[in-house]
C-alpha cells in the first residue's frame, strides 16, 4: 500500500540521517582524537627532551663532582652513602662500588668517633640543628688501611621529600699541618740561632 511505503521511505530517511548524523558525530571525534593524539605527542616529545637535558646536566655534574680536588660523599639520613667520587677514592681507598649503600661511619669514621656522629646526625634530625652543619672544621677520618689522618670537612644538607641529603666535601690537611709542623721548627731553630749569636 501507499501509506506503507511512504512510512517506509521516511524510516529509511530518517535511518540515513541518523546515520549520517553519526557519521558526522564519529567524524568530529576522530578529529578531536586526532588533535589530542598530536598535543600528547608533542607533549610527550617535550618530556623527553627535558629528561634528556637533566640527565645531560646531571652526567655534567656528576663529573664536575668527580673531578674535584676534594673528596664528594652524598649520604643518607640513615648514614649510607650515596655518593663517592673519585677523590674520595684516592683519600680513603675504598672504590666507589665498595662504599656506595653501606654505612659511612664503618668506612670512614674513627670507631672512638661514630657515636657522636651517629647522635649528630640524629640530633639535626629532630631539630633542624647540629654543630658541623654548613662550616668549615677539621675532624680525624680513616683510611681504609686503618691509619687516621686530618681532614677539613664541609657538610650541608638538602631536603628531600621528608628526609635529607647530606652532602659533604673533605680535604686531606695532614700535608697542610707537616708543613706548619716544619715551619714551626724552622722559625723555633731560626729564633734558637739569633739567641745562640746575641
Not at 598535543?39 to 637535558?53: K, P
Not at 656506595?100 to 670512614?108: D, K, N, P, R, T
Not at 640524629?122 to 689522618?149: K, P, S
Request: charged share 30%; with cysteine; net charge negative.
Amino acid at each position: 500500500s501507499r501509506s506503507e511505503v511512504g512510512e517506509h521511505i521516511l524510516r529509511e530517511e530518517a535511518l540515513r540521517l541518523s546515520h549520517d548524523e553519526l557519521e558526522t558525530r564519529v567524524a568530529a571525534r576522530t578529529r578531536d582524537l586526532a588533535l589530542a593524539n598530536e598535543s600528547l605527542q608533542a607533549e610527550i616529545g617535550e618530556r623527553r627532551r627535558t629528561e634528556e637535558a637533566l640527565r645531560a646536566r646531571e652526567d655534567e655534574a656528576r663529573e664536575v663532582l668527580n673531578t674535584a680536588f676534594d673528596a664528594y660523599i652524598g649520604m643518607d639520613a640513615q648514614g649510607r652513602v650515596l655518593e663517592w667520587n673519585r677523590q674520595a677514592e684516592c683519600i680513603f681507598g675504598w672504590r666507589a662500588g665498595e662504599v656506595v649503600g653501606q654505612s659511612l661511619a664503618e668506612h670512614i669514621i674513627p670507631r672512638r668517633y661514630r657515636r657522636a656522629h651517629a647522635e649528630g646526625i640524629a640530633r639535626f634530625l629532630a631539630t633542624g640543628e647540629g654543630t658541623a652543619i654548613n662550616r668549615r672544621m677539621e675532624i680525624t677520618a680513616l683510611h681504609r688501611n686503618g691509619h687516621e689522618f686530618p681532614v677539613e670537612l664541609t657538610i650541608w644538607p638538602v631536603r628531600m621529600g621528608n628526609s635529607y641529603k647530606f652532602n659533604a666535601f673533605l680535604h686531606d690537611i695532614s700535608e697542610r699541618r707537616r708543613a706548619i709542623r716544619r715551619l714551626a721548627a724552622q722559625t723555633a731553630a731560626a729564633a734558637a740561632l739569633v739567641e745562640a749569636d746575641s
